[in-house]
């Protein structure tokens, strides 16, 4: 956190309205200069934006490794995040370790800056597991595919942070298409109640599936929070600069006791919903060429070239890690194994419970009835 920012900085209305979206760099990679934000930004030098970029170049890598694997039958299902990065990494670099991120089925980047392992961020796509990892080893909850359950968790996570007297913050990553769901209107509710330190992180990508957000959103959706009570942020999600400095402001408001924020990350899905959508039948190529002149990394290229970083270096160094990663990944879902039949029946009680224990002994008769089959 930059140390010459008052922790007194309130997030008020000339603060997020003076323009339409927080911008802080172009589509063609120009610096915008910007009073209320610069100072949230001004630590992070060529360096740091290089890491950015390393980031959101390796995470591409993994999701065109993993969608390369799911249409060659090694997953069920992939949901590429494919325009998504800086939204992404942009808000979870900005975390520290002690604070939790509960995110929805897309937020592969976020998985890997917390540091979850490559084969892990497979195994639920695989089939082989329940989940993936361990939640509480690397500061993530496992995807929730139940669309916007994840902000009732955060919230209710968020809520344990305070009682305890901890200023450490939760996270919710959902899409536009959550926002119409009881889930997140309750957690705003409960959050905005209990002024719990938790951050509502919307990533508007344009498209719930095959509808647009026009249709359930007439006006912005970072409108919305301040019914609630909830200070709301509107940024440019494809400008991981200021993604990063949106998901500061929030996480001091929050360590500092004044409660939830909500952000609107303006992005774009550039890929299908999942990998059994076909976007083409509803989405116009126009609107996806506009969008691929927004592309998140290309951006940051541009900027760490005026910034007279070796970018043609930085490529082949950054493309080089990417296939190296991509192996890996590729070679993690192969070793994957499926799961003994009969574990579906473990953790899903603490202790022993004569319903379940009938259950397995049902199945394994069942099971046991294909014994020698090949």
Same mark, same amino acid.
């Given at each position: 956190?930059?140390?010459?920012?008052?922790? %007194?900085?309130?997030?008020?209305?000339?603060?997020?309205? =003076?323009?339409?979206?927080?911008?802080?760099?172009?589509?063609?990679?120009?610096?915008?200069?910007?009073?209320?934000?610069?100072?949230?930004?001004?630590?992070? *030098?060529?360096? +740091?934006?290089?890491?950015?970029?390393?980031?959101?170049?390796?995470?591409?890598?993994?999701?065109?490794?993993?969608?390369?694997? =799911?249409? =060659?039958?090694?997953?069920?299902?992939?949901?590429?995040?494919?325009? +998504?990065?800086?939204? +992404?990494?942009?808000?979870?670099?900005?975390?520290?370790?002690?604070?939790?991120?509960?995110?929805?089925?897309?937020?592969?980047?976020?998985?890997?800056?917390?540091?979850?392992?490559?084969?892990?961020?497979?195994?639920?796509?695989?089939?082989?597991?329940?989940?993936?990892?361990?939640?509480?080893?690397?500061?993530? /909850?496992?995807?929730?595919?139940? $669309? *916007?359950?994840?902000?009732?968790?955060?919230?209710?996570?968020?809520?344990?942070?305070?009682?305890?007297?901890?200023?450490?913050?939760?996270?919710?990553?959902?899409?536009? *298409?959550?926002?119409?769901?009881?889930?997140?209107?309750?957690?705003?509710?409960?959050?905005?109640?209990?002024?719990?330190?938790?951050?509502?992180?919307?990533?508007?990508?344009?498209?719930?599936?095959?509808?647009?957000?026009?249709?359930?959103?007439?006006?912005? $959706?970072?409108?919305?929070?301040?019914?609630?009570?909830?200070?709301?942020?509107?940024?440019?999600?494809?400008?991981?600069?200021?993604?990063?400095?949106?998901?500061?402001?929030?996480?001091?408001?929050?360590?500092?006791?004044?409660?939830?924020?909500? $952000?609107?990350?303006?992005?774009?899905?550039?890929?299908?919903?999942?990998?059994?959508?076909?976007?083409?039948?509803?989405?116009?190529?126009?609107? #996806?060429?506009?969008?691929?002149?927004?592309?998140?990394?290309?951006?940051?290229? #541009?900027?760490?070239?005026?910034?007279?970083?070796?970018?043609?270096?930085?490529?082949?160094?950054?493309?080089?890690?990417? %296939?190296?990663?991509?192996?890996?990944?590729? /070679? *993690?879902?192969?070793?994957?194994? /499926?799961?003994?039949?009969?574990?579906?029946?473990?953790?899903?009680?603490?202790?022993?419970?004569?319903?379940?224990?009938?259950?397995?002994? =049902?199945?394994?008769?069942?099971?046991?009835?294909?014994?020698?089959?090949?």
């Amino acid at each position: 956190m930059p140390t010459t920012v008052s922790k %007194d900085f309130r997030l008020t209305e000339s603060h997020i309205r =003076q323009e339409d979206v927080v911008q802080l760099v172009t589509p063609a990679g120009v610096r915008v200069a910007n009073p209320a934000f610069d100072p949230w930004v001004e630590d992070v *030098g060529p360096d +740091q934006l290089a890491s950015f970029y390393e980031d959101m170049v390796l995470v591409r890598r993994i999701d065109t490794e993993a969608t390369a694997l =799911q249409r =060659q039958g090694e997953l069920g299902l992939w949901p590429p995040l494919l325009g +998504q990065e800086a939204a +992404q990494i942009g808000s979870a670099r900005a975390l520290r370790a002690d604070d939790f991120a509960f995110t929805s089925y897309r937020e592969h980047a976020v998985a890997w800056c917390r540091g979850v392992a490559l084969p892990d961020l497979l195994r639920m796509w695989r089939g082989t597991s329940a989940s993936g990892w361990n939640p509480y080893d690397v500061g993530v /909850a496992t995807p929730a595919i139940i $669309i *916007g359950a994840q902000t009732l968790h955060a919230t209710g996570y968020a809520l344990g942070c305070q009682k305890d007297g901890v200023n450490a913050v939760a996270i919710a990553y959902f899409g536009d *298409g959550a926002t119409s769901e009881g889930d997140v209107n309750e957690a705003m509710v409960f959050a905005a109640s209990f002024q719990a330190p938790v951050i509502f992180f919307c990533e508007n990508n344009q498209w719930a599936i095959s509808e647009p957000v026009r249709l359930q959103a007439r006006n912005h $959706i970072a409108d919305r929070a301040p019914g609630f009570g909830i200070p709301s942020l509107r940024v440019d999600g494809n400008d991981v600069l200021a993604v990063h400095a949106a998901t500061r402001v929030a996480l001091q408001r929050a360590r500092s006791g004044e409660g939830p924020t909500f $952000i609107e990350a303006v992005t774009y899905r550039m890929g299908p919903h999942t990998t059994s959508d076909d976007p083409t039948r509803y989405r116009d190529p126009d609107e #996806l060429a506009t969008w691929q002149g927004r592309d998140p990394i290309a951006r940051l290229g #541009l900027l760490l070239q005026s910034l007279d970083v070796d970018v043609d270096a930085l490529d082949r160094a950054v493309t080089a890690k990417a %296939d190296e990663t991509a192996r890996a990944l590729r /070679a *993690g879902c192969l070793a994957l194994t /499926a799961p003994e039949p009969l574990s579906v029946f473990d953790n899903v009680y603490t202790g022993a419970h004569s319903w379940l224990d009938r259950q397995r002994s =049902q199945y394994a008769a069942y099971l046991a009835q294909f014994d020698g089959e090949a």
